[in-house]
């Protein structure tokens, strides 16, 4: 599914954000044509929100993500995204160059 329309002009750095229709893949477009396609559940996996971090400490954050998928999609400023799951969770923002190093990771 597309990203929501903004009133703004497309962020600096990404030319498209969307996600697949089942939602478990977000497909990025970088301004340098690169295409990148990352799993829902490495998204959620990789939130780096302080609620997501304090759940890591201490140590009461999932090992994986089953069935979760992208429920929306919204631009943060020109440099990232933020990302809406299915488990209620949508407080993380994602930059266009950490997109990168999770699409590299997988």
């Given at each position: 599914m597309p990203?929501?329309?903004?009133?703004?002009?497309?962020?600096?750095?990404?030319?498209?954000?969307?996600?697949?229709?089942?939602?478990?893949?977000?497909?990025?477009?970088?301004?340098?044509?690169?295409?990148?396609m990352i799993a829902a559940a490495t998204l959620r996996a990789a939130c780096r929100c302080a609620h997501c971090r304090r759940a890591q400490i201490d140590g009461v954050f999932p090992d994986r993500f089953v069935d979760l998928t992208i429920s929306e999609v919204s631009w943060v400023g020109g440099y990232g995204i933020n990302v809406a799951f299915s488990d209620?969770?949508?407080?993380g923002i994602y930059p266009f160059s950490y997109?990168?190093?999770?699409?590299?990771q997988e």
């Open positions: 990203l929501a329309d903004s009133p703004f002009s497309t962020p600096i750095g990404a030319q498209a954000v969307a996600y697949s229709a089942d939602g478990t893949e977000l497909h990025v477009t970088l301004a340098t044509g690169a295409r990148l209620g969770h949508a407080r997109l990168s190093e999770l699409a590299r």
